[in-house]
């Protein structure tokens, strides 16, 4: 199982980035699919989440109106387009897989609920 995460970099404040997390190794179809990020002496926290069989999204407060999570299938891929950026979204991305989560249930925010996790991608911003 593989998730590779890119597209990280550095922007300045107010710019737009897209992540791509390329998912392959099993099926994915019945999963929840999520973004995390972790700064410098932080905790990783919850970014969004879709849902890859009904296309159901989940975002935290902090980037509500400003990242949008989508998913292509036939390319096996969950993007995490992120607009308006500010320095406080400085951090590692990563691309995390939840198996286990119902498609009737909402999806979870812990990354404890996560079972396969990408390798990360480091977006920084520039005040």
């Known amino acids: 199982v593989q998730l590779q995460a890119s597209g990280g970099g550095l922007v300045q404040a107010g710019g737009s980035l897209r992540l791509s997390c390329a998912a392959s190794?099993?099926?994915?179809?019945?999963?929840?699919m999520g973004w995390f990020r972790q700064a410098p002496g932080d905790e990783r926290e919850f970014v969004a989440a879709i849902k890859w069989s009904t296309a159901s999204t989940y975002y935290a407060d902090s980037v509500k109106g400003r990242f949008t999570i989508s998913r292509d299938n036939a390319k096996n891929m969950v993007y995490l387009q992120m607009n308006s950026l500010k320095p406080e979204d400085t951090g590692v991305y990563y691309c995390a897989a939840d198996p286990s989560t119902p498609w009737y249930r909402s999806a979870k925010y812990s990354p404890a609920e996560y079972t396969y996790w990408g390798q990360g991608t480091l977006v920084t911003v520039s005040s």
């Open positions: 190794g099993r099926t994915f179809s019945s999963d929840v």
